[in-house]
T-cell receptor, first 116, second 113 residues
Framework: DAMVIQNPRYQVTQFGKPVTLSCSQT?????MYWYQQKSSQAPKLLFH???????NEADTPDNFQSRRPNTSFCFLDIRSPGLGDAAMYLC???????????????FGPGTRLTVT | AQSVTQLDSHVSVSEGTPVLLRCNYS??????LFWYVQHPNKGLQLLLK??????LVKGINGFEAEFKKSETSFHLTKPSAHMSDAAEYFC???????????FGAGTTVTVRA
């Protein structure tokens, strides 16, 4: 089945130690998104890629970076994790950015990040 | 600007009874509307979507929602709750010319045996 895969599902890192979260997709979608979801809150968009074009949300901290080496993979890098960065990180994809058929976003299972 | 209000932060139902999750939206443009479900420690799964076709939308697992433009509502219903329906539900709106999703705060559903 076509899907969005995130690895690892659970990640523990130390305060200030860089960490990378991985997302891959078999849907061949043009757009990939990263969301941060804290406990009992709605997901918050960090950034997205449309093909190779990177788009950062205005309030995303500089501590968060992303890479998309090819259509299938996208990475979230947290350069110096703080305790406040502990959250569930969700990857999502969509066919495009505009038009009714493009809106639907397909989410991966998420990576729960713990910062010690 | 667009926004979503989920009117209930928590809904508790008995197994086999109807479920109603209420959602109101505001949008300057013709919106697309979605309901997503999130089980504990899992990603979001699309239940159903409205994209200006039929106003009564049927989704997976017996859920359906009705788009009412005059009331700016998109309430989610299911005639008979199952234990597996216990989860967090998000009402989401997207504008026709914008990729961004606006999420409601979520409604936690618990199902009593």
């Amino acid at each position: 089945d076509a899907m969005v895969i995130q690895n690892p599902r659970y990640q523990v890192t130390q305060f200030g130690k860089p960490v990378t979260l991985s997302c891959s997709q078999t849907l061949n979608h043009n757009v990939m998104y990263w969301y941060q979801q804290k406990s009992s809150q709605a997901p918050k968009l960090l950034f997205h890629y449309y093909d190779k074009d990177f788009n950062n949300e205005a309030d995303t901290p500089d501590n968060f970076q992303s890479r998309r080496p090819n259509t299938s993979f996208c990475f979230l890098d947290i350069r110096s994790p703080g305790l406040g960065d502990a959250a569930m990180y969700l990857c999502a994809t969509s066919r495009g950015l505009a038009g009714a058929l493009s809106y639907e976003q397909y989410f991966g299972p998420g990576t729960r990040l713990t910062v010690t | 600007a667009q926004s979503v209000t989920q009117l209930d932060s928590h809904v508790s139902v008995s197994e086999g009874t109807p479920v109603l999750l209420r959602c109101n939206y505001s949008s300057s443009y013709s919106p697309s509307l979605f309901w997503y479900v999130q089980h504990p420690n899992k990603g979001l799964q699309l239940l159903l979507k409205y994209t200006s076709a039929a106003t009564l939308v049927k989704g997976i697992n017996g859920f359906e929602a009705e788009f009412k433009k005059s009331e700016t509502s998109f309430h989610l219903t299911k005639p008979s709750a199952h234990m597996s329906d216990a989860a967090e539900y998000f009402c989401v709106v997207s504008r026709s010319n914008d990729y961004k999703l606006s999420f409601g705060a979520g409604t936690t559903v618990t199902v009593r045996a």
